[in-house]
């Protein structure tokens, strides 16, 4: 009777080992899965950026680079205010304007405007951007990611719930080359 007890024993201690790696491989799988399936659900949702007011297009003052902040429009609870995005306001002239991305477009560092020189200038490795976002010098390959941007109601308004980056940048630009406003 004693070696039955020791195979029931020896039965339950494996079925629940058994039980705990597949507990814990679950626990482990579910995120890989929901990682790899990412991509699919966002390319899919058709409402993944927005159009965010900047406010009024009058608080800008023409020939002047203001900083500006919005909040992302999909936020989770846990997003307090790193949900508030920074970005630069340069008023061309009527309702012309530049929206750039406060990052650097070498490693992302704030950038910041420097109106007496008239410069934007990383502090993380000497990139200089003009007025107008382009390279002036240092490591940036490029000028500073730009927001698309239109002016409604009297509002300053970018598209907003994704950084700018490359493939955004070249749609920008063939946007404009399409259409007199940035919109």
């Not at 002036?136 to 980056?165: C, D």
């Amino acid at each position: 009777m004693s070696e039955q007890t020791e195979l029931s024993r020896r039965s339950l201690l494996m079925k629940l080992g058994i039980l705990f790696n597949v507990v814990v491989a679950s626990l482990v799988a579910i995120p890989i899965v929901g990682y790899l399936f990412s991509s699919l659900r966002r390319n899919n949702a058709e409402g993944s950026e927005a159009w965010i007011s900047l406010g009024p297009f009058t608080q800008f003052p023409v020939g002047q680079t203001r900083l500006a902040a919005y909040r992302n429009p999909f936020v989770r609870p846990w997003d307090g205010t790193t949900a508030d995005i920074p970005c630069w306001v340069r008023r061309i002239e009527g309702e012309q304007f530049q929206v750039f991305a406060v990052n650097c477009a070498h490693l992302g560092c704030p950038v910041r405007w420097f109106s007496q020189s008239g410069l934007f200038m990383c502090p993380c490795h000497g990139g200089v951007y003009y007025a107008d976002g382009s390279r002036a010098s240092g490591p940036p390959e490029r000028g500073l990611f730009q927001y698309r941007h239109k002016v409604e109601g009297g509002q300053l308004m970018i598209k907003a719930g994704q950084l700018p980056t490359l493939a955004t940048h070249a749609q920008l630009f063939a946007h404009q080359g399409r259409t007199s406003c940035a919109g």
